[in-house]
Nanobody, 116 residues
């Protein structure tokens, strides 16, 4: 049974916005750092953003100012608001969870495609 389930991906045009969601079925969501990664075709998976259990936030330089990560501990969900999307943002987006620094839990991914 999947523990992290992403949703919200799709096909959009450059400049559009999308909001990704990742629902966590584990009972320990609030104690974990949650993150978003992405993997474009032919490229390695890369870090996008993370939010700690205390609310500290970090972004990759490539998305800073355009993407916003947030979490709702009551709903056990982490979000990624993506604005001003670019074709180079096209990728499969994954959410992941860690408590030790190693991401132990991963979702199945959701496809985001940005057309020019």
């Amino acid at each position: 049974q999947a523990q992290l389930v992403e949703s919200g991906g799709g096909l959009v045009q450059a400049g559009d916005s999308l909001r990704l969601s990742c629902a966590d079925s584990r009972r320990t969501f609030s104690t974990y750092t949650m993150a978003w990664f992405r993997q474009a075709p032919g490229k390695e998976r890369e870090f996008v953003a993370r939010i700690t259990w205390g609310g500290s936030i970090y972004y990759a330089n490539s998305v800073k100012g355009r993407f916003t990560i947030s979490r709702n501990n009551v709903k056990s969900t982490v979000y990624l608001q993506m604005n001003s999307l670019k074709p180079e943002d096209t990728a499969v987006y994954y959410c992941a969870a860690t408590i030790t620094g190693t991401y132990d839990f991963w979702g199945q991914g959701t496809q985001v495609t940005v057309s020019s």
